[in-house]
T-cell receptor
Framework: QKEVEQDPGPLSVPEGAIVSLNCTYS??????FMWYRQYSRKGPELLMYTYSSGNKEDGRFTAQVDKSSKYISLFIRDSQPSDSATYLCAMRRPNFGNEKLTFGTGTRLTIIP | NAGVTQTPKFQVLKTGQSMTLQCAQD?????MYWYRQDPGMGLRLIYYSASEGTTDKGEVPNGYNVSRLNKREFSLRLESAAPSQTSVYFC?????????????FGEGSRLTVL
């Protein structure tokens, strides 16, 4: 079983819809949670970062962490065609081995104009 | 500001050939990384360098070697390429602490081993 599970999609939604992207994980030691966005043929770029449980909002994006359920979500409001990309969740244990960041496999999202 | 630059962007190798992927960053970051990305597997860490002069193995180091040439440059070498090393390779650098620092990625190097 993978430490981090993410539905690969693809997910297609009409422009303006609310998008929900999710990851589940098995290791309760994860404390730092991130969402990266990766456009086609490009490298990932950090979109949202959250520590422990709770919500964090940045413009049209909201990241949510539920540690009791080992479940994280990224919500995109008023989705735009420019949001079409692959979204990768990532998480890390504090001070573990200096550098281990575990990524999900990514969900490919297409926003239809 | 170029960020993280990788060369080459594309490469085709025959089994047994060797090659080096080059990476340079201009953000004065201490830590640098090499990842590979495969369908259904996500990003997996090959090697990393926490600071100039140090390198450490990640999840999937077999078949690879690295060199941290200076603070800016971190290269990945395949000594004897195998078809299983067909992948997209990403170099990254990090600002800030190990827990919270953001990773900055290059655009990737697409390698095919025949």
């Amino acid at each position: 079983q993978k430490e981090v599970e993410q539905d690969p999609g693809p997910l297609s939604v009409p422009e303006g819809a609310i998008v929900s992207l999710n990851c589940t994980y098995s290791n309760s030691a994860f404390q730092y949670f991130m969402w990266y966005r990766q456009y086609s043929r490009k490298g990932p770029e950090l979109l949202m970062y959250t520590y422990s449980s709770g919500n964090k909002e940045d413009g049209r994006f909201t990241a949510q962490v539920d540690k009791s359920s080992k479940y994280i979500s990224l919500f995109i409001r008023d989705s735009q065609p420019s949001d079409s990309a692959t979204y990768l969740c990532a998480m890390r244990r504090p001070n573990f081995g200096n550098e281990k960041l575990t990524f999900g496999t990514g969900t490919r999202l297409t926003i239809i104009p | 500001n170029a960020g993280v630059t990788q060369t080459p962007k594309f490469q085709v190798l025959k089994t047994g050939q060797s090659m080096t992927l080059q990476c340079a960053q201009d953000m004065n970051h201490n830590s640098m990384y090499w990842y590979r990305q495969d369908p259904g597997m996500g990003l997996r860490l090959i090697y990393y360098s926490a600071s100039e002069g140090t390198t450490d193995k990640g999840e999937v180091p077999n078949g690879y070697n690295v060199s941290r040439l200076n603070k800016r440059e971190f290269s990945l070498r395949l000594e004897s390429a195998a078809p299983s090393q067909t992948s997209v390779y990403f170099c990254a650098s990090r600002e800030g602490s190990a827990n919270t620092g953001e990773l900055f990625f290059g655009e990737g190097s697409r390698l095919t081993v025949l």
